[in-house]
């Protein structure tokens, strides 16, 4: 039982460290003399920079500086933003949004995407299961921004069915329209993965056995079917959770959603480099630890996937 | 992409290029999908010549005055907000689009193939590391990780934009290749080869590269797809590609705001945009289920 978990943990500690060093190295050490474009057009007296170069450490080694980084961030300093607020506190107010719509989200893609797959490995190759396919493959050729002002017009503002933007009306009114956009996109990959390992089990021996035994297509399909398939398709679930954290940029900020995509989407817009690099970061990271908690809960409850 | 990837892997044989014929040529789709694939090659090397089918066909040339307006003779496809026909800027903005897709996908398949190879074929130290690389870049998200470096640059052209995405897709890419290498290894016609005395490039060219090409040409494909999708989305976001680059996305991303008066700006390129990604991901698909026996 321990190996496993030691073994994901020593993973993560090694994403952990590419992860944040590719940050690191991408964002605020290739970006050239900081106090330079702090400057402008005007030079600083010597002894000014040399100060400031004092200050923010900016003489020492490199992977000096990288481990004062890391340092940081494991103290939750996201850095601050160009008005001196710092982005740990401006997230702060923003994760209840993000977590309902993510929530939301996710189960309309659960429940879609499963009976959708269902549907598709029962009817494996024929028209059912074509038409799923080809709707599943024709929504993820359409980017997300698309979609979303499209539901947003045509559901919204022209029929009237659900709020436009903002979340005033409170759940499930306000999150209901968003949650079904982010949802659409996940929906591909779970029914593939379901439909898959519907066939798949549709095909052993069990199966067979169970059909012979005479037992009812209800129960062959509702009981042992469904169960056997469905585990392939949670732990994918588990880990598209992490995905629909961060994934929800898009749809937040064009449902103007105080959550922390759409902080990340005006912070975009408005050129504040802080404030999208600290959010991201903490994104990719509670990601990360989200991920590696989803393998270690599995090789819990499945013997089969831990790995020796 | 990390799905597209597992979905990819197998431990089938390649089939070889008659049965490939012959398992494809009755399927319309793959017809449908190459024209589509084709024609859209086609546009991409000679835009001019379709841009001037409806008379005017430079998508500088503007005029504010007929700002917004709906089709009309000669602009197909309506104007956009600063008067630009619509329909030449998605003629040139097939170019742009279908570059990022296929430099991005180039960028990665020569990343992908040197190192996958190397370490499927020699293992060791080398296949170690790589596959600890491979983890930390398929280990979050795609988006967000794009945002941050491109966020971060100030200058941002299709070639920019393409490097910056490669950095991202190759390690699915590199994967795919190292499994697929690691097959046919210790197959015994490579045993053959390397008993002969051949070189270890000569082996790897003529003999274990070629088992590889059929599932790596099929996530290449799908690969195009998303990265086209992929960049528009990051233009949106406004940290993908800048004017004056005319792409799908860039016209997208400023229809988008006036989608409620003017839908024409945004349905032609959005079309245009799906039909291809469509085609694209359609074919890598077929490909994938005639190449791997196993899925199908």
Known sequence: MLRPVLQRVGELLIVFFGVTFLIYAMVFALKGDPIATLAGDRPLPASVVATLRARYHLDDPLWQQYVRYLNGLLHFDLGTDFTGRSVAARMASRWPTTIVLALTAWALEVFFGCALGLIAGLTHGRVPDRLILLGTVLVSSVPIFVVAVTAQLGLGVRLGWFPIAGTREGWPAAFILPAAVIAIFGLAAVSRLMRGSVIDSLESDYVRTLWAKGLSARRVVGVHVLRNAGIPVLTFLAVDLGYLLGGAIVVEGIFNMPGIGGLLFQAIRNHEGPTVVGVSTALILIFLVLSALVDIINSALDPRMRRA | ?296
């Open chain 2, 1 to 296: 992409m990390t799905e597209l990837a597992m979905a990819t892997e197998s431990d089938q044989p390649a089939v070889t290029r008659r049965g490939f014929w012959r398992a494809v040529r009755r399927r319309p789709t793959f017809w449908l999908c190459s024209v589509v694939i084709g024609l859209l090659a086609l546009i991409s090397l000679a835009p001019g010549w379709f841009a001037g089918w409806f008379g005017s066909g430079d998508p500088a040339d503007c005029d504010l005055l007929s700002s917004a307006l709906g089709p009309a003779a000669g602009h197909p496809f309506g104007y956009d907000l600063q008067g630009c026909d619509i329909y030449s800027g998605v003629i040139y903005g097939t170019r742009t689009s279908v570059s990022v897709g296929v430099l991005t996908t180039a960028a990665c398949l020569v990343v992908a193939l040197v190192l996958g190879t190397v370490a499927g074929y020699f293992g060791g130290w080398v296949d170690s590391v790589l596959a600890r690389l491979t983890d930390v870049f398929l280990g979050f998200p795609f988006l967000l990780g794009a945002v941050v470096v491109l966020g971060s640059l100030n200058d941002r052209g299709p070639v920019t934009v393409s490097l910056v995405l490669a950095l991202f897709s190759w390690p699915s890419m590199a994967r795919l290749v190292r499994t697929c290498v690691r097959q046919v290894r210790d197959a015994e016609y490579v045993m053959s080869a390397r008993a002969m005395g051949l070189r270890n490039s000569r082996i790897l060219l003529r003999y274990v590269l070629p088992a590889a090409m059929g599932p790596v040409f099929a996530l290449s494909t799908i690969l195009v797809g998303a990265v086209i999708v992929a960049e528009s989305t990051l233009t949106f976001l406004g940290v993908g590609l800048q004017s004056p680059s005319i792409s799908w996305g860039l016209q997208l991303a400023s229809a988008q705001a006036q989608f409620d008066n003017y839908p024409h700006m945004l349905v032609f390129p959005s079309v245009f945009l799906t039909v291809t990604v469509l085609s694209l991901i359609a074919l890598g698909d077929l490909l994938r289920d005639v190449l791997n026996p196993r899925t199908r």
